[in-house]
């Protein structure tokens, strides 16, 4: 009887001899193929009466021809980038610069400089958002945007002080051999009109503050000397005067944020789980009228850095929002997370950015899918589905074009007191801009969409946790 491992080692043989076998057959197969048609080819060939050198000469001008015609499509490709009226580069996986149109080059102000080698882009531009857009698309591997202030580096220091900064928009998309593609698109046109819109909007809410305020005074003093038939139009006449006052603050806020930014706000810590309770609090009699019911779901107590009057506007604003789109007998879903994201490299593990995520949800009808873009923008009409009705005097209702909530009129400093009045009128359209411009004055962000279970708006505030 023979050992057991003489017949380990015999099987092993024979194993490995098969599936030598079989690869040996495999690769013979692949061959024979290729050799038939090879056959086939040359068979043809001759058919045709040609030898062999013709033939070569003839398959050698094709090839030619066909790169000529690549070459000149590649021209004409380049001709058409070279006189676009939006800046082009294109760099390669080193991010050197293998090519740019002159548009390019008058945006990001490089030297006319013609260098025989691939320059790295850093050299020749000094941006950190380029670069940054650059790495975002190779590493996404699809199409990114940015939009960024350029400040151009001019090496004449006599020059510093007339180099004009201006907005730029980037269009990155990744290309084969892990190069990259940016279009480039000056902004400052549209950046400059839209300061030139929101300041002519700020100078004629200061201008109609006092009239308003005149009118509103004079028709409380009609109100008491009135009789009855003729007190409902003075009633009239002071409610559309709360509400022409409440739009006329409400230009008046975006414009302080917008000049102030993150130097307007005054931080101290904030327990953000209070402020939502304290927010609701003040709603509750609103959503108790449609049997609404308030769902949280987070940290009973998370200290915070924010500036709480003007955070508050913002839970006010968006709690409003669902309550008014909400059907009744339904929750509004708060929930409030911490995270606290692990550092990738070593070089940012002692700065962990620390971030709290807000989601209010409710069951209401959602946003069209066509305004999910432009909710935040001031006096955006949304669709008639989100939008309030109002009554004419003849009974009728008509909708009103407004995307947002009712903004609060009383300063929000008060919001614990009972001298805050939360005015019901019709909205000014512009609640969830005023939402955006505090968030980010916060250097938060807010996005806007349907959730998919309950169907309805999904509204997430990010901000920076800082105790």
Not at 102 to 126: C, D, G, I, K, Y
Not at 159 to 169: E, I, V, W
Not at 234 to 255: A, K, P
Not at 258 to 279: N, P, V
Request: proline share 6%; with cysteine; hydrophobic share 35%.
């Amino acid at each position: 009887m023979l050992p057991v491992n003489v017949v380990t080692a015999g099987l092993g043989f024979l194993l490995g001899l098969s599936i030598g076998l079989l690869l040996w057959w495999q690769q013979r197969s692949r061959s024979d193929a290729k050799i038939k048609t090879l056959v086939r080819t040359l068979r043809a060939d001759e058919e045709s009466g040609l030898s062999s050198t013709s033939q070569l000469t003839a398959a050698i001008a094709t090839q030619q021809k066909i790169r000529q015609q690549l070459e000149q499509q590649l021209e004409s490709y380049r001709q058409v980038l070279h006189s676009a009226p939006v800046g082009y580069l294109q760099v390669d996986d080193e991010n050197r610069l293998i090519w740019c149109n002159e548009r390019a080059r008058e945006l990001l102000h490089m030297t006319q400089e013609h260098s025989p080698r691939p320059r790295l882009l850093l050299e020749l531009v000094r941006s950190y958002e380029l670069d940054h857009l650059i790495e975002q698309t190779r590493n996404n591997k699809k199409p990114c945007q940015s939009d960024w202030t350029f400040h151009p580096a001019s090496p004449d220091p006599s020059q510093l002080s007339k180099q004009q900064a201006y907005a730029l928009r980037g269009h990155g998309f990744p290309l084969p051999w892990g190069q990259v593609g940016i279009f480039l698109e000056d902004r400052q046109e549209a950046v400059t009109l839209m300061q030139q819109r929101d300041r002519w909007a700020s100078d004629v809410a200061h201008e109609l503050k006092t009239p308003l305020t005149s009118i509103r005074l004079v028709a409380e003093t009609l109100q008491s000397r009135l009789e009855s038939p003729l007190r409902g139009w003075v009633d009239r006449l002071i409610s559309e005067t709360m509400r022409l006052g409440t739009l006329v603050q409400d230009l008046l806020d975006l414009s302080h944020i917008d000049r102030g930014s993150s130097q307007c706000l005054h931080l101290k810590t904030t327990d953000l789980a209070e402020l939502i309770q304290a927010a609701w609090i003040n709603l509750e009699p609103l959503a108790r009228k449609k049997q609404l019911h308030l769902d949280y779901v987070g940290p009973e107590h998370l200290l915070i850095q924010i500036d709480e009057p003007r955070l508050y506007r913002v839970l006010i604003n968006l709690l409003d929002n669902s309550i008014k789109y909400s059907p009744p007998w339904q929750t509004i879903r708060v929930q409030l997370q911490p995270e606290e994201p692990v550092a990738d490299t070593p070089e940012n593990a002692g700065a962990i950015a620390k971030w709290v995520y807000l989601d209010i949800i409710d069951a209401g009808l959602g946003f069209a899918e066509s305004d999910l873009p432009h909710v935040f923008e001031r006096f955006y009409r949304a669709d008639p589905s989100r939008s309030r009705t109002i009554s004419t005097s003849e009974g009728k209702t008509l909708p009103e074009p407004a995307t947002d909530v009712i903004s609060v009129t009383d300063d929000l400093r008060n919001y614990g007191d009972d001298r805050f009045d939360l005015h019901r009128g019709s909205g000014s359209g512009l609640g969830l801009a005023i939402v955006k411009q505090i968030v980010e004055a916060h250097a938060g962000s807010v996005t806007a969409r349907n959730h998919p279970i309950t169907g309805g708006a999904w509204l997430q505030v990010c901000l920076p946790w800082q105790t």
